[in-house]
């Protein structure tokens, strides 16, 4: 049988593109060589977020007396932690399939590999295609630090499924998943100490407040060494020697255990891409036009193999722009506001461009901060602490970039999202009517 679209991946881009297309009445052939959902629903994403949960609600126990509630010997039971993280995730896989079925389209476990572009080969068959999607998603990348390859060290996958915590964990990198484990095992009792070669943590976001969330975390214990290079590792009885050197020497930690969160790269082998002759970014990722078609008619690529936002919910832009040119649709993919949260508890979000992004490209902008205490709920469920909103305007009056720092501001930027994409004047943006009370009103107060 042909197929008017066989998809490479079962990732958030992956599913979106096959429920999409399945649902528009293409016929859809899906490959998935583990578990549907990808990276993001199996082992980052949604895993993640429910540690982090639990994480934050043990936080909140433990402080309710600043609420006048009274918790007497809060706890915790790591195994079901565990335990319920497994279990939201088997349920939102199980929610994946069904939709995906409902919208007819076929699945296989399995690598598929490419013959060419309309053709693919995967357990001794051959499946034809009209359209090829790409979305093969990334893997962590692990630094050829010396030593790296005679120690035992956990990446994501592993401290999301650890069972015992260590007394001391070292966290080589200080990026968003570098710094949601630190938020969650120091939550738990873990001495944290995180190593970034940066000058800040979180880098991409805006340093200001990612200045004042290390700040935070110094205030709970979380040790930084920032600007600081890892030069070997050592097996020891103990655990692992991490050999540094920044701008005041040398030194060696030594740490029960050793996650390696120093960032992901797209999969580029494995699946035969090599027998599309692809053009290449500088990155060696693949090249794609504002529809996510590639250099070859037909082919299409959505999600971290394009190198542009290694997040899930770019990619599910990403599928839904490419299924709609494959339909005939006008529609194109836009990069102006694609937001980054940081789950840690207080979290930070932010959309469009940074500070620092902006003086780069010599944009004359300027900066309007408002403390967080402004917004009268955010005061109401937020007791002894504060935060920050950032807005960043042009000099016509455009809303360029917005920033936050304070619970609950993943929820609260997708109202920044929308004015930063529609390109919104901060006089445009005060007008909106903001419900009362809740904290997305800040924007408003900082306009």
């Not at 572009?117 to 998603?137: A, F, P, R, S, W």
């Not at 001391?168 to 990198?173: A, N």
């Amino acid at each position: 049988m042909k197929y008017d679209v066989i998809i490479i991946g079962g990732g958030p881009a992956g599913y979106t593109a096959a429920e999409a297309a399945g649902k528009a009445g293409l016929s859809v052939l899906l490959f998935e060589k583990q578990s549907l959902g990808g990276v993001c629903l199996n082992e980052g994403c949604i895993p993640t977020k429910t540690l982090l949960y639990s994480a934050k609600i043990y936080d909140y126990a433990r402080h309710a007396s600043k609420y006048a509630v009274t918790v007497s010997e809060a706890s915790f039971d790591l195994p079901k932690i565990i335990a319920r993280k497994a279990k939201v995730v088997r349920k939102l896989v199980l929610g994946v399939k069904s939709k995906l079925t409902s919208s007819n389209v076929t699945i296989i476990t399995g690598q598929g590999t490419i013959i060419n572009k309309n053709t693919v080969q995967c357990n001794g068959e051959t499946y034809e295609c009209d359209n090829l999607i790409l979305c093969t998603g990334s893997e962590t990348f692990v630094p050829p630090i010396p030593g790296v390859d005679q120690i035992s060290y956990w990446t994501h996958r592993d401290a999301l499924d650890n069972k015992e915590l260590p007394s001391s964990l070292v966290i080589v990198g200080g990026g968003v998943i570098g710094m949601e484990f630190a938020s969650f095992f120091n939550s738990l009792g873990v001495e944290v100490t995180v190593i970034e070669m940066l000058d800040e943590i979180l880098g991409g976001m805006d340093k200001e407040l990612s200045a004042l969330l290390r700040a935070d975390y110094s205030k709970r214990g979380i040790r930084f060494l920032l600007s600081t290079k890892v030069t070997a590792f050592e097996k020891t009885e103990q655990g692992t020697n991490i050999s540094f050197e920044n701008s005041e020497g040398t030194g060696i930690l030594l740490a029960e255990k050793l996650l390696m969160s120093v960032g992901r790269r797209p999969v580029t082998e494995g699946f035969g891409l090599e027998n599309l002759s692809l053009e290449r970014t500088e990155r060696r990722c693949i090249k794609v036009d504002e529809h996510m078609q590639s250099s070859v008619e037909g082919v299409y690529v959505c999600g971290d193999l394009t190198g542009c936002s290694l997040l899930a919910h770019t990619a599910v832009r990403e599928a839904e722009v490419a299924v709609h040119h494959i339909l005939g649709k006008q529609d194109k993919m836009s990069y102006r506001a694609i937001p980054g949260v940081v789950y840690t508890n207080p979290e930070i979000a932010g959309v469009g461009q940074t500070e620092e992004s902006l003086l780069a490209a010599g944009t004359i902008y300027k900066t309007i901060k408002l403390p967080m205490a402004f917004s009268g709920r955010f005061v109401a469920e937020n007791e002894g602490v504060n935060g920050m909103c950032k807005i960043l305007v042009g000099d016509d009056d455009t809303i360029l970039g917005v920033h936050v720092y304070g619970n609950p501001a993943s929820e609260i930027i997708t109202i920044a999202v929308m004015a930063v994409e529609l390109r919104l004047k901060a006089e445009e943006w005060k007008h909106i009517v903001f419900p009362h009370p809740t904290v997305g009103e800040i924007f408003r107060e900082a306009l």
